[in-house]
């Protein structure tokens, strides 16, 4: 209870007076009825928060987690774009093509890693790459992205570059894709293609050494 009054008049009459059963007269205009005015204050304290947490059960990053990433990466760039591309989706696009580029490349680390327990040798991982023009490519296209210039001759005989891009729109497939042609020698590619047959020159080199 915070204050009483006149009903009348609003006179501060005393607090105690709301306790008894006899309320004399307000001096003032003679009212005896008070009108009593309270205030509540609710407070609430949070000693504990609480929070959802999901744990995929497969926590390792080895080669067959890299490998799915990257066959659920490549569906991604080459999904089409149901509204139509800016300039900033295009760059975006390439990024993430570029970034695939690399992670895909980088299989072949885990692999190497892991050469010993699956029967390869660390040379066997490198000779696929070498080897394959596909993955060759693949390799160069990665370490130009990652390091801007290459410190080594190209292992596809060309140093790779990405000349054009742009985003089209692919009737066929019902939206919009990027296009990057990159120059390779003498040859124009297109850089979808080539992440694609990268990844198909790595199921080919799994198969082989009967990993899948």
């Not at 509204?83 to 992670?103: E, K, N, T, V």
């Not at 892991?114 to 696929?128: H, I, N, Q």
């Amino acid at each position: 209870m915070d204050t009483v009054n006149c009903s009348k008049c609003g006179a501060s009459r005393s607090p105690e007076l709301a306790q008894g059963t006899e309320r004399p007269p307000c001096p003032y205009c003679g009212e005896r009825l008070l009108t009593m005015s309270m205030s509540c204050i609710s407070s609430l304290s949070i000693s504990s928060l609480s929070s959802t947490e999901l744990a995929p059960a497969n926590q390792s990053r080895n080669w067959k987690q890299r490998w799915k990433l990257i066959q659920s990466e490549l569906q991604i760039i080459l999904r089409s774009h149901t509204i139509a591309m800016s300039g900033d989706s295009i760059h975006s696009s390439l990024q993430r093509l570029c970034s695939f580029y690399i992670l895909s490349y980088h299989l072949k680390d885990a692999l190497k890693e892991a050469a010993k327990e699956l029967g390869l040798k660390p040379s066997d991982v490198e000779g696929a790459i070498t080897k394959d023009a596909r993955l060759a490519i693949l390799a160069d296209l990665a370490n130009i992205d990652k390091h801007v210039l290459l410190n080594r001759p190209p292992r596809s005989g060309a140093i790779p570059s990405i000349e054009r891009i742009s985003g089209v729109d692919d009737i066929a497939n019902s939206g919009w894709k990027l296009s990057a042609q990159i120059r390779h020698g003498e040859s124009i590619l297109d850089g979808l293609a080539v992440a694609r047959e990268a990844v198909n020159a790595w199921q080919e080199w799994l198969k082989t050494w009967r990993l899948i």
